[in-house]
Each structure stands twice: as structure tokens, then as C-alpha cells.
């Protein structure tokens, strides 16, 4: 006697009993059934990439081509980086590079003036400026005034100057105005940083900062202090014989091997802020 053979479940109906399906799903499945292609042979991948028509082709214009003779003419101009601090005796703008990536010590045997015009276009070039100094007042209001409300000139007593923390990014110009007999520094030149030590007049401890400066910048001085200037720098004394009749807004910046007589023109708001150029104050 046969039996009737049990009905299939739905959806295997039509498939032959017993055979194992291709493809059993897992827990972990996605549903996704996996594509498996033959690799490309070399053939078919070169002629893929050499095909017309494969990836935007870029306009026909000719190529900017110059002869070995022409090259020459090409240039670009290239001046100084740093603070504008006038124009020489031939009329070229004379810039001073306060921002380095190595110690510089400036020494300006001058005026309040001149130092508060170099502080001022230091912190225009975006230099933090820090005034270490014996009368605030005389530099309050140039502190207030300078950044337009940003605070980027900051004055500070006598021996407190902080750590400044000097970077690429933010240099910082560090101006002494200590008298004749400045002390020793809680903070010296380093990378980005540049001290500028200014003197009213050339004394017995002068030699002392002229000597150890990488630049000096000097306004009119009497001759007995161009002897001292002479001897400590060695400078030749058809530079120096000009220094006693100099105007007051010339100063003679130099090293020991150079020299430039510079004429410092204020703007406007320099000469609204801080007077006509002076060397005494």
C-alpha cells in the first residue's frame, strides 16, 4: 500500500528532495549575494585606460615656453621684511628685520621719540610689544592708542617683565627704556624675540650694550661720546664726524662693518600721537 508523499513547505515547491540549496543564510547574513568576476587580463586593462573617450581630456593651448637667453628677464622684486624706519641718503626705504629666527640686540643711543615711532611700527608689522621701563607715563598713552583697543603694546616696571613666549607666529619686540645704567634683563633675546635697548646718551657704561649689539642706531651726540662710539665699534671717522650736527630725526644706524644715516618722517597719527621728531626729551 502507498502512502501519498507529504505536501512541500511553500516556496520549495518544484525543487527535488534531499538536495542541499546553494546558498544558506547565516545570522550574520546581508542578504547580499556575492559577485565573483575574473580578473582583467593586462590586455583589457590597457586597452580600458588607452580608450578614447576615458576621463576629460584638458583644452589645446600652447605650452609657456621661454628660450635659456629669455630667462633672464624673468624676476621678481624682493625687499626687506621688517619695520620701515625711513629712507636713506639715496632715498631708498630702509627697513629693520626685528623678527628672526635667531637672538638680535638692538642698541638706540636717542630719544623717546624715535624709540616710540620704531615701537609703534613694530606692532604694526603684528609684533606683541613689550616697553620695560622706569616712566610709564610717557608711555601709557601710546599703549593705549596703538592696535586700535587691541591690546599689543603692554608696559611693564623695571625687572618684572614676564616670560613672553615667542613663536613664528607671534614675535615679540621687547624695548628697554631704563635710563643711562640699564640692569640686567629678566628677559633676553631669543628666537623671535629682539631686545631693544635704548640709551639717552653715550656714558662710561655704554661700551658695555654697543659692544654686545648685533645693530646700533645713534642720534646726534656730542663729540666726546663719538671718541667712546668710535673706540668700542671701530667705526671710520668720516662716518662719525657727522653725528655731533645730525637733525632730530636722523639717526646713523650701523654696525661694525656698515653704516646708514636714516631720516625718520612721521605720519600723521604718529605726529598727532607723539609730537614732531625730537632727540631730547
Known sequence: MSHPAPPMPPGQQGRTPGRTP???????????IPIIRQPETTQQQQRRIFSPGFGLRGPRRGRH????????????????????????????????GLSRPTPFDVVLVGGLWLAQ?????????????????????????????????????????????????PSVSSPVVLIRDCGIRP???????????AVVTVLPFVSEHAPRWLSQ??????????PQETEIVRDTLGIPGEQLQHLPTLHDAVAM????????????????????LLGVARRMD
Open 183 to 193: 640692569p640686567r634683563g629678566r628677559v633676553t633675546s631669543v628666537p623671535w624675540q
Open 65 to 96: 615656453v621661454v628660450t635659456a637667453d629669455e630667462l633672464a628677464a624673468i624676476s621678481m622684486p624682493i625687499g626687506d621684511d621688517g619695520v620701515l624706519i625711513g629712507n636713506d641718503a639715496e632715498g631708498q626705504p630702509a627697513v629693520l
Open 117 to 165: 615711532v620704531l615701537a609703534l611700527r613694530a606692532a604694526a608689522t603684528g609684533a606683541r610689544v613689550g616697553v620695560e621701563t622706569g616712566r610709564p607715563q610717557a608711555w601709557q598713552q601710546l599703549a593705549q592708542a596703538a592696535g586700535g583697543g587691541q591690546q599689543c603694546v603692554t608696559v611693564y616696571p623695571v625687572g618684572r617683565v614676564p616670560a613672553q613666549g
Open 22 to 32: 546553494a546558498h544558506v543564510a547565516s545570522p550574520t547574513d546581508t542578504g547580499m
Open 253 to 272: 644706524w650701523c654696525t661694525r662693518k656698515h653704516q646708514k644715516f636714516v631720516m625718520t618722517e612721521p605720519t600723521d597719527a604718529e605726529t598727532g
Open 213 to 222: 649689539a648685533h645693530l646700533v642706531g645713534i642720534q646726534r651726540i656730542s
